[in-house]
């Protein structure tokens, strides 16, 4: 069975900090991923994608990167996090290619503090 | 850009009865996917339902359905039944060939026993 885990569940750091947050899949190929931040109380913003390695897609400008080393490794990185980087990040997961009524699988989210 | 609204923040229902939660969307599309997820106080995300605009069938998922107005672009779901565990955020999402998944801003919905 395919399993998502992400790490780690909480994080506090400092203003002009970096930032590294993992996400690994297992169990299944070449899957979608996702990275999606939700702020507190609201939706999920979409912030990157990728439908394979080394294939990015950003949907929001920011100051946030993502990169996918190996197949089923998506990493959410910063240089610089600012205080408008706090808030609630999940990973996610689905089936390769591109399929309207996939469903997402979702990691276990992070908690990140920017003070 | 396709958007997604949940106007109701805050839902609250008797564990027993039944509540329906709205939404409605924006789009141009006449092929795309509309979903309902489930978030509990664990925080992780959970497919509820999800519904092709293509079906004029509402979706169907034990103690949960959905009516689906595509003229109205209107998508709420129903819960019969209400259990405590249903307690949780659940948001409404759109998904078409152009876009990765949109969720609205989601309503949380409180099961008083």
């Known amino acids: 069975s395919q399993t998502i885990h992400q790490w780690p569940a909480t994080l506090v750091q400092p203003v002009g900090s970096p930032l590294s947050l993992e996400c690994t899949v297992e169990g299944t190929s070449n899957p979608n991923l996702y990275w999606y931040r939700q702020a507190a109380g609201r939706g999920l913003q979409l912030l990157f994608y990728s439908v394979g390695i080394g294939q990015i897609s950003s949907e929001v400008p920011q100051n946030l990167s993502a990169s996918r080393p190996q197949d089923r490794q998506f990493i959410l990185s910063s240089k610089k996090l600012l205080l408008s980087d706090s808030g609630f990040y999940l990973c996610?997961?689905?089936?390769?290619?591109?399929?309207?009524?996939?469903?997402?699988?979702f990691g276990s989210g992070t908690q990140l503090s920017v003070l | 850009a396709q958007t997604v609204t949940q106007s109701q923040p805050e839902m609250s229902v008797q564990e027993a009865e039944t509540v329906t939660l709205s939404c409605t969307y924006d789009t141009s599309e006449s092929d795309y996917y509309l979903f309902w997820y489930k978030q509990p106080p664990s925080r992780q995300m959970i497919l509820v339902i999800r519904?092709?605009?293509?079906?004029?069938q509402n979706a169907t998922e034990n103690r949960f359905s959905v009516n689906f107005q595509k003229a109205a672009k209107s998508f709420s779901l129903k819960i019969s039944d209400s259990q405590l565990g249903d307690a949780a955020m659940y948001f409404c999402?759109?998904?078409?060939?152009?876009?990765?998944?949109?969720f609205g801003g989601g309503t949380r919905l409180m099961v008083k026993p």
């Open positions: 999402a759109y998904r078409d060939a152009g876009n990765m998944l949109t």
């Open positions: 996610a997961w689905s089936l390769s290619g591109n399929i309207l009524g996939e469903k997402l699988f």
């Open positions: 519904q092709e605009a293509y079906k004029q």
